[in-house]
């Protein structure tokens, strides 16, 4: 029998059946956390990342940070001090991506690497929460739903429209309520051995680092399971400029995994690109013959109706700014793809 089909009979799933329910060990874990001038964040990262468990004063934290200049180092040193199972190392590579690997790297006796993120504060007992699941589960990754929050007004209706299929498209970890088998969603948990059997992260990815690992998994024979009892709530971008400079980004990380795996896009993630040329088309070609304005003015109605079914959801003026919101991530996710492909 193959390496590979040694390694799957591990990682297959132990069924809805089984008697025992495993329990990580606090030294089978270890946390990677990579941080780039996050003095205002990573301290409630950690702290939270420390309660709800008494497994979690065993398990080894490591930050990963890429060069902070704000003050992040300082008070990673401070941090380390105060929390003996916590350390930090230099990641020269910056993005998040090598961060991981750099972590995972470090790794001796630990089969499970948990990945974590600066800007969110995680629920108690999140890092043996997911340990367990993997566990339990026996697969290859964990993922789990984002739950999206917002503050101010924009924000607000960013975080209400990106949870719907509008502004998802349906993606199981936006928001998701089903436990299930997926082929992608928001990194949690990985088994190590997985991990490094597939080569990690691609450290040149900045964006779509996940779904690039994903689909190498796929092809590896490892399963993902989304847990929908292990949630985080984030915050979306707060601003139309850094919602657009997200998707942008997102856009040409996806175009990047396309090429890299010769895979096809699937029709949630062709319709921004099908829509961007529709309107652009449309918009030069109105001014001759004005049939040209009925799908602009249909995609407008759509923005219009979620615009004013979340504002009346949520009893809120702010849902008002959801259809321009979703309007962003369209157009800002295909310039992106669009973009990267061209570019080559």
């Known amino acids: 029998m193959s ?44 702290e939270s990342l ?14 990963a940070d890429g060069g902070s200049t704000d003050g992040t180092r300082g008070l990673l040193d401070d941090m380390a001090e105060r929390y003996p199972n916590l350390s930090w190392i230099d990641n020269p590579d910056r993005l998040q991506s090598a961060g991981v690997n750099a972590v995972a790297a470090l790794a001796q006796h630990e089969t499970i690497l948990v990945r974590c993120d600066a800007h ?40 209400w429209v990106v949870d719907t299929p509008l502004g998802s498209g349906g993606s199981a970890h936006r928001g998701g309520l089903e436990s299930k088998y997926v082929d992608h969603g928001h990194h949690a948990g990985f088994d190590l051995s997985v991990f490094r059997a597939v080569g990690g992260y691609d450290p040149s990815f900045s964006h779509n680092e996940d779904a690039e690992y994903d689909t190498r998994v796929a092809r590896f024979g490892g399963r993902i399971y989304l847990d929908a009892h292990i949630r985080l709530a984030y915050k979306p971008r707060a601003t139309p400029w850094s919602l657009a400079r997200q998707y ?29 040329l529709a309107l652009v088309g449309c918009a030069a070609l109105a001014p001759i013959l004005s049939i040209w304005w009925v ?50």
Not at 10 to 29: M, W
Not at 302 to 308: H, P, Q, T
């Open 50 to 63: 420390m309660q709800g468990d008494e497994r979690l004063e065993e398990v080894r934290f490591v930050i």
């Open 248 to 276: 942008f980004n997102y856009g040409k990380g996806r175009a990047r995994t396309i090429r890299k795996h010769a895979i096809r896009p699937r029709p949630r993630q062709m319709f921004p690109v099908l829509n961007l």
């Open 3 to 46: 390496t590979q089909s040694s390694h799957l009979r591990l990682v297959a799933d132990n069924g809805p059946h089984a008697s025992v329910t495993p329990r990580a060990e606090p030294k089978e874990i270890i946390v990677a956390i990579p941080v780039l001038n996050e003095i205002n964040h990573i301290e409630a990262c950690v």
């Open 120 to 159: 969110s504060i995680y629920p108690p007992g999140y890092i043996t929460e997911v340990a367990d699941a993997l566990l339990r589960r026996r697969v290859a990754s964990i993922v789990v739903p984002m739950d999206a929050v917002g503050e101010d007004c924009f924000q607000k209706a960013n975080a």
């Open 295 to 344: 799908y602009p003015a249909f995609y407008a109605s759509i923005l219009l109706g979620a615009s004013l079914y979340l504002a009346m959801k949520h009893r809120s003026i702010c849902g008002l700014m959801a259809g321009p919101a979703a309007a962003i991530m369209h157009v800002s996710w295909a310039l992106g793809l669009c973009r990267q492909v061209l570019k080559g």
